[in-house]
């Protein structure tokens, strides 16, 4: 058989297995080329670095030449190279490596070529093994080992090798999550043996587990080897004839016996107390210390705020009298007429004074006064040209942080009042105080009919309490917050439901003979 009808039977079989990935008609550099099958990836990145700029493009794409592997086999290319075989894995596992690490990990198409990347070195494989047989089968049995080898086997067998030595199957990886005791294992990941990216847990309580693929020379356990048989337990009114060898007593296990609940990472859901000794129930004892107490205690802070507020209105007032009493007395004291002829009498004599003082001074300096408009004039000038300068400069627009923007949520907004808690101390008042006006919106909301959303003051006044509380924790400086759990629950961990093994008794029945 012809070179050119093996590679134009595989064409066929590769373009129907690539019909959904499109592995056979991705694009790749037509000049790379790397003899190790196992530094493909490594050398194909060190070709591409000097080819591309800073943002990952080409610097000339028009200079840059590529190929497929179906115009490959269209021009009848690896037919012609002496390492065709070879030629054609090492673009298959090119194109492969580049969609692999394309697609993101698990999607359906990385699965599909993966696939392919394996059907396709496989297929190869057995070629590559069926053409050597076929070769050695039609040759001459005492120069198939020696030097009258022939070149085509030759370079069958060398592909074959180099292939063969490249091609492995990998251990496979698996997520489990440690929950006391166990070990929770999933499934096997669908990662290829082409990706190179690190696999990355879901979630930091998950570690990455490799599996390692069986033999098949050892030997599965059998079912009874698990779970014995019920029947082999013998009857425990026949005396024992013999020492068993192999049994085991129940009390001989070392099994996990029952101990107090340990919430752990659950710590915040656990109960507080015990209600098993208890007559009333916790529900019950609220309501009656909230009828009892906790209304009264309601009633004083009320009376309190109400008192508050009417001392300011009462405060208030009086200021707004004083000032109004004040206003009068002025007005009273403008509108008497002894006080306007006395005010006109005194300023008659003023005015004539600065009327001839101002004409003495202009008079005597006539001088100054010429000096003084220089001056005023230059003054003039020197401001103008300020503001020309002033309208000159380009107008600077306000930087701002798009990283600021991107960061800003509702509750980074501060107030005044609390800042002026901060700085009096007064924290939980504030706190206190912003609770009773959020749960004062929050009924009155949902008194009405139709349910609305939270309004924006109602928002605002939650983002203010949750940073407040923040700020009182940070402030403490506290590890742990103290949670009083009650642990007085016993849990059952392991209840064995098996029966132990024991070694059967075989009795022998004695033949009776007839005398």
């Known amino acids: 058989m012809e070179l050119t009808q093996v590679f134009e039977n595989l064409r066929a079989i590769l373009q129907a297995a690539s019909s959904k990935c499109k592995v056979i008609d991705e694009k790749f550099p037509s000049k790379f080329y790397e003899k190790d099958p196992k530094k493909i990836f490594e050398s194909y990145k060190k070709f591409l670095k000097p080819r591309i700029n800073s943002e990952g493009a080409i610097k000339n794409e028009e200079n840059f030449p590529v190929t497929t592997i179906s115009e490959r086999f269209e021009k009848n290319e690896y037919a012609k190279k002496s390492n065709a075989f070879y030629r054609l894995h090492h673009d298959v596992k090119l194109v492969c490596t580049l969609l692999i690490?394309?697609?993101?990990?698990?999607?359906?198409?990385?699965?599909?070529?993966?696939?392919?990347?394996?059907?396709?070195?496989e297929l190869l494989l057995r070629e590559c093994y069926r053409l050597g047989v076929t070769l050695i089968d039609d040759s001459i049995p005492e120069e198939t080992y020696g030097l009258g080898k022939s070149p085509l086997n030759r370079q069958i067998s060398h592909?074959?090798?180099?292939?063969?030595?490249?091609?492995?199957?990998?251990?496979?990886?698996?997520?489990?999550?440690?929950s006391g005791d166990l070990d929770l294992f999933t499934s096997t990941i669908s990662k290829s043996q082409l990706d190179r990216r690190p696999t990355e847990a879901p979630n930091s309580s998950f570690e990455l587990n490799k599996v390692i693929p069986q033999a098949g020379d050892e030997v599965a356990p059998k079912l009874g080897f698990l779970a014995a048989?019920?029947?082999?337990?013998?009857?425990?009114?026949?005396?024992?004839?013999?020492?068993?060898?192999?049994?085991?007593?129940p009390n001989w296990y070392a099994m996990p016996t029952t101990v107090w609940l340990q919430y752990g990472e659950y710590q915040s859901w656990a109960p507080s107390f015990n209600e098993s000794s208890t007559v009333i129930d916790a529900g019950h004892r609220g309501t009656i210390w909230l009828e009892k107490i906790g209304y009264l205690r309601l009633r004083n802070m009320h009376d309190s705020q109400n008192d508050e507020k009417r001392?300011?209105?009462a405060k208030e007032q009086e200021e707004q009298g004083s000032i109004g009493s004040k206003a009068s007395l002025e007005q009273k004291r403008n509108d008497s007429p002894a006080s306007t002829i006395t005010n006109n009498n005194q300023s008659e004599p003023s005015e004539i004074k600065a009327i001839v003082g101002s004409e003495a001074q202009?008079?005597?300096?006539?001088?100054?006064?010429?000096s003084k408009k220089s001056e005023l004039d230059e003054?003039?000038?020197?401001?103008?040209?300020?503001?020309?300068?002033k309208n000159e400069e380009p107008s600077?627009?306000?930087?701002?942080?798009?990283?600021?923007?991107?960061?800003?949520g509702p509750g980074n907004s501060i107030e005044d009042d609390e800042i002026?808690?901060?700085?009096?101390?007064?924290?939980?008042?504030?706190?206190?105080?912003?609770?009773?006006?959020?749960?004062?919106?929050?009924?009155?909301?949902?008194?009405?009919?139709?349910?609305?959303?939270?309004?924006?003051?109602?928002?605002?006044?939650?983002?203010?309490?949750?940073?407040?509380?923040?700020?009182?924790?940070?402030?403490?400086?506290?590890?742990?917050?103290p949670q009083i759990t009650s642990c007085s629950f016993p849990v059952l961990q392991a209840n064995y439901m098996g029966s132990i093994p024991v070694v059967r008794t075989v009795q022998t029945r004695k033949k009776k003979y007839k005398k």
């Open 311 to 313: 001392i300011k209105v």
């Open 420 to 481: 002026e808690a901060a700085s009096n101390g007064t924290h939980e008042q504030l706190i206190t105080k912003t609770l009773l006006e959020l749960a004062g919106m929050k009924r009155k909301r949902l008194l009405t009919k139709q349910r609305s959303q939270p309004s924006t003051r109602e928002k605002q006044l939650y983002h203010k309490v949750q940073r407040m509380m923040k700020e009182v924790l940070l402030a403490k400086k506290l590890e742990k917050l």
């Open 362 to 370: 202009e008079s005597q300096t006539p001088e100054n006064g010429n």
């Open 379 to 389: 003054e003039k000038n020197t401001d103008e040209t300020k503001i020309t300068e």
């Open 229 to 249: 048989n019920v029947s082999n337990i013998p009857d425990p009114t026949i005396p024992p004839y013999e020492i068993m060898t192999k049994f085991l007593h």
């Open 101 to 121: 690490h394309f697609y993101p990990q698990g999607t359906r198409t990385y699965q599909m070529v993966d696939k392919f990347y394996k059907f396709a070195t």
């Open 159 to 178: 592909d074959f090798i180099k292939i063969s030595t490249a091609y492995a199957v990998p251990y496979a990886e698996s997520y489990y999550v440690s």
């Open 396 to 408: 600077t627009a306000p930087v701002i942080k798009l990283e600021n923007l991107y960061d800003w």
